[in-house]
């Protein structure tokens, strides 16, 4: 084997190894927090966000209830965005407290009136009307086949 070709060999691991940790720190969308908050928001406005920025921090404490260091804390994002039963509860639970949707199976069988006073009684406004024109309707549908 030439010289250049066991250089190269010999260089191999090294630049892999390179460009694995390249990846690991920018393929994998980065910061685990932002990528938590992200996925918990889903697709929230910026006021929702910000409840659910106060809602992770008040999730990340240590035994004692005092709030994660930097690094614990990116090390408790991390454990979560590797566990989907743990980020959906996560997305759960913020909807929960925030914008009331999980309970939409309760709501959906209560009529008009008990669910407005029900909305009222628990501080949730009641959703915009979703308005689609008749080609949104029919693109969707056919989407759907």
């Not at 406005?45 to 999730?59: L, N, P, S, T």
């Not at 240590?62 to 709030?67: L, R, S, T, V, Y």
């Not at 965005?81 to 959906?108: H, T």
Request: proline content about 7%; glycine content about 8%; aromatic content about 8%.
């Amino acid at each position: 084997m030439p010289a250049a070709h066991r250089a190269l060999v010999r260089s191999l691991p090294r630049v892999l190894l390179g460009f694995a940790l390249g990846l690991g720190v920018s393929g994998c969308g980065g910061d685990p927090c932002q990528r938590l908050r992200t996925f918990v928001c889903d697709g929230g406005d910026e006021a929702y966000c910000q409840q659910v920025d106060g809602f992770i921090k008040e999730m990340q404490v240590d035994a004692e209830g005092q709030p994660l260091d930097e690094a614990a804390a990116q090390e408790s994002c991390r454990y979560i965005m590797g566990n989907v039963e743990i980020q959906n509860a996560y997305r759960f639970k913020a909807k929960e407290r925030f914008l009331g949707e999980p309970y939409f199976q309760v709501l959906k069988n209560m009529k008009p009136a008990e669910r407005a006073a029900w909305r009222e009684k628990h501080g949730i406004p009641e959703p915009e009307p979703v308005v689609t024109t008749p080609a949104e309707d029919a693109a969707a549908s056919a989407a759907k086949k």
